[in-house]
């Protein structure tokens, strides 16, 4: 550790500086700064004298043994534990205690400005007086890059509730490089602690009041990161996993949220769903679960946007819901669940397609159908996200449970359609006028498009295809990956439907000027990686799979990598929508845990099923059951406008910044969506999986893995289990080699099946 005029550096990587100035204790409307004069002779601990009491600056630099896997040996990369720490003299009343860290403006080349480059924040602005509060702390870390260089800042997790009144926040500026002519700018990071207010949706202030320390004083600790010569795809995972590792090592010995079996969360759910909510469709053989929630007006269901509608839409898609109806029928012997499943298809198909295209809401009173949703749509307006996402999972359905007539040519017409319709950028329309068939000018050629691209490349890597449609489609996919990669990626640009025509509300292309990013969606980014990781396997172009796997990682900053003290719900696993809202949980993250399952099983890097698992377990945690009530207590107490029924779930939790849970919105976006990833979960891998070539095992249903220890003919595991768990599959990413080894779990009875090389599992009693 290096110290020159008062700063703090790295030792080896002069990249990120502490300054006196930088350490801020803002006494209550006195606006002081403390001033420290580091010591030079030592590099773990500097104390001083100040005017209120004493200040604590510990250091201490993270060797290789520590974080093996993230420092490997590198001299480009560093990891110091940083703590400030106020010892006042007598109880006191602050306004402010905070640090900031200024990335070093002497590693700019080229001119380049920092805020054109890489950079991350949790949340961005709407104004320049706004924070980002600690309600933003799902996968809490800043970063900033440039050329290679940067940093990162992950505060430290704190697991009890702060009872101060102050919150933690961060902050990223840009600052103008003072000691050159050039307009260079470098970033300028704040950690610390405030009271906070909501302003707007969703955003924080300093509520401009003080807090008090007592005797015991105050801290801050944080990870600084710093890193030369690195690509953003690169660091980019090495951070998210640092991230991961950090804040979720105490929850993932846990089986919760999960508190009963996956069959179980099933027979509630779908009970449920189908005693209020199932409506037929246009004949006998058709049917859908409609959009309703339960008013306390007047007690009685009712649809969103028309009475008793069955959506197939970007967010709830009956299509979708079919999987989970027919795979739990099949399971649980439900022949109810398994033909309404087929109903489900059968209402898609009877959608009126024109040129390729298909309205997505379906009105049971008068059997008519509107092209879209009025989120941005109507009935003016076919949706290509809503027809792709439909369409996914229709061949999904038909692929695992049996063929539906005339599913091949209305999904070729679709194929069609935007193979036409592909912009010579490689973008894509959202919307399209349902007379003229021409494009709506919004989000046209943005990342709205990469959900036909996902849909396009499924079929491709399924085998759907003719060999001259194999062609066609190949190009199409990687204009459309390409014009991802060149256009979307480099400003972070992850835009669609959602930002701009929900609950948020943000102009079309909104930039905040202060953290420098654009509003961006969770869901599309979801999109443009899943496209991503399609192009790849129909092309094997590694370029693919390294920007997918960089949008991956960005989704994963959006995971909640711990149970929030703030938050009166067991909220590990879930997701976060957007960076202009405050969601938790919210239900997207079931969907969002089979695109990290996709990539396990393409990069077999094992912390993306890790984190797969963790986010199915908690599409349960808001759902109203019994068995959930510690996991979210708030559940119970309803809304202003809604009652709940046993087997709903809220959308999600704390939307309006505040600790409290949201509305319903359909049982597509929470329980349904919930099961239909459980069940993808399940049959891929079973109850416990065993890597081999990570030599790692893994738990998924009702079941944690605490040890497993590989020898060379036989694994050792130890578990611990819902009380349910009486016997499960386990399952081998190498089924050949699955007979090579003897399982051995104390208390269970292994058996294993040579034709499906899996072993049955069954509690000894």
């Known amino acids: ?186 970033a300028s990071i704040t950690y610390g602690k405030k009271r906070l207010r909501v302003s707007g949706h969703v955003y924080f202030q300093s509520e401009n009041k003080s807090f008090q320390v007592d005797e015991t004083g105050i801290d801050l600790s944080f990870y600084l990161i710093v890193f030369d010569n690195f690509s953003q795809t690169e660091i980019l995972p090495k951070i998210t996993s640092f991230v991961w590792d950090l804040y979720s090592k105490t929850y993932e010995k846990s089986i919760l949220p999960q508190v009963i079996l996956f069959n179980k969360y099933a027979l509630y759910g779908n009970g449920m769903a189908m ?116 369409a996914i999972w229709l061949r999904k359905y038909t692929n695992e449970f049996g063929e539906i007539a005339k599913t091949d040519e209305f999904l070729k017409r679709l194929r069609d359609f935007i193979c036409k319709n592909q912009d010579s950028s490689g973008g894509l329309p959202c919307w399209v006028d349902v007379n003229d068939f021409k494009a709506d000018m919004r989000l046209n050629n943005t990342s709205a498009g990469a959900l036909a691209l996902w849909f396009i490349g499924e079929e491709m890597i399924g085998g759907n295809l003719s060999v001259k449609e194999q062609e066609i489609n190949k190009i199409v996919l990687q204009k459309g990956s390409n014009f991802i990669i060149d256009n979307v990626i480099p400003q972070q640009k992850f835009e669609d439907f959602e930002l701009y025509y929900s609950c948020s509300p943000n102009t079309i292309g909104y930039y905040d000027k202060n953290t420098c990013m654009f509003a961006q969606n969770s869901l ?27 949008c991956l990682n960005i989704l994963c900053l959006y995971q909640q990598a711990w149970s929030n003290p703030n938050l009166d719900f067991y909220s590990f696993g879930g997701f976060g929508a957007m960076n202009t809202d405050g969601e938790w949980n919210d239900a997207r993250q079931a969907q969002f845990a089979e695109t990290l399952s996709n990539y396990y099983d393409v990069t077999e890097d094992f912390i993306y099923l890790r984190k797969a698992i963790a986010a199915t377990r908690a599409g349960f945690a808001l759902m109203v059951i019994d068995e ?63 890597d081999l070539g990570n030599k790692k095992a893994i738990g998924i249903d009702g079941i944690v893995v605490n040890e497993a220890c590989f020898n060379d003919s036989s694994i050792f595991i130890d578990i611990s289990t819902l009380e349910d768990v009486k016997e499960f599959e386990l399952k081998f990413s190498d089924k050949s080699k699955a007979d090579d080894y003897v399982i051995k779990i104390e208390s269970y009875l292994t058996m294993y099946y040579e034709n499906s090389r899996t072993y049955k599992i069954k509690k000894i009693t």
């Open 1 to 186: 550790m290096k110290y020159n005029n008062g700063q703090l550096f790295i030792d080896k990587l002069q990249i990120a500086s502490l300054s006196a100035n930088g350490i801020c204790v803002d006494l209550q409307s006195s606006g002081n700064r403390t001033q420290i004069k580091f010591d030079k002779s030592t590099d773990k601990r500097c104390e001083i004298s100040c005017n209120i009491g004493k200040m604590i600056l510990n250091k201490k630099h993270l060797m290789d043994s520590e974080y093996p896997n993230f420092l490997e040996n590198n001299n480009n990369i560093e990891i110091m534990k940083i703590r400030l720490e106020l010892q006042p003299n007598k109880i006191c009343n602050l306004m402010d205690f905070s640090i900031r860290l200024d990335l070093s403006a002497d590693c700019i080349a080229d001119k380049k400005t920092a805020k054109e480059s890489f950079h991350w924040i949790p949340a961005i602005k709407s104004d320049e007086a706004d924070i980002i509060g600690d309600h933003f702390f799902r996968s809490p870390v800043v970063i900033s890059t440039y050329n290679g260089k940067g940093a990162a800042l992950i505060p430290e997790p704190e697991y009890q509730k702060d009872y101060t009144g102050a919150s933690k926040y961060l902050d990223l500026k840009y600052r103008k490089d003072q000691s050159t002519n050039s307009k260079s700018t470098f």
């Open 275 to 390: 005693q209020y909510l199932w409506q037929k469709g246009s004949t006998a053989n058709s049917g859908g679960i409609c959009l309703t929630t339960l008013r306390r007006e007047d007690g009685v269901i009712r649809g969103r946007e028309y009475p008793d509608d069955i959506w197939f839409h970007a967010w709830f898609n009956n299509m979708r819901t079919a999987m989970e109806l027919a795979w739990f029928g099949s399971t649980e012997n439900n022949i109810k669940w398994m033909k309404r499943a087929k109903d489900i298809a059968r209402l898609l198909l009877s959608a009126p397609q024109k040129n390729g295209l298909f309205p997505t809401i379906y009105i049971p009173q008068n059997d008519s159908w509107v092209a879209s949703s009025a989120h941005g749509g109507g009935k003016d307006l076919y949706s290509l996200p809503d027809c792709s996402w439909a």
């Open 524 to 550: 599309a980014l979801q999109w443009c990686t899943e496209a991503l990781r399609v192009t790849y396997l129909a092309t094997k172009d590694k370029k693919y799979l390294e920007w997918g796997t960089f």
């Open 628 to 690: 959930n009530k510690d996991v979210c207590p708030k559940n119970y107490q309803g809304t202003g406008v809604q009652f709940e029924v046993h087997g709903s779930s809220a959308e999600n939790y704390g939307h309006t910044g505040e600790d409290k849970r949201s509305y319903q919105s359909g049982f597509h976006w929470g329980t349904g969506s919930a099961l239909v990833t459980a069940a993808a979960m399940k049959k891929k891998y079973g109850d416990i999986w065993i």
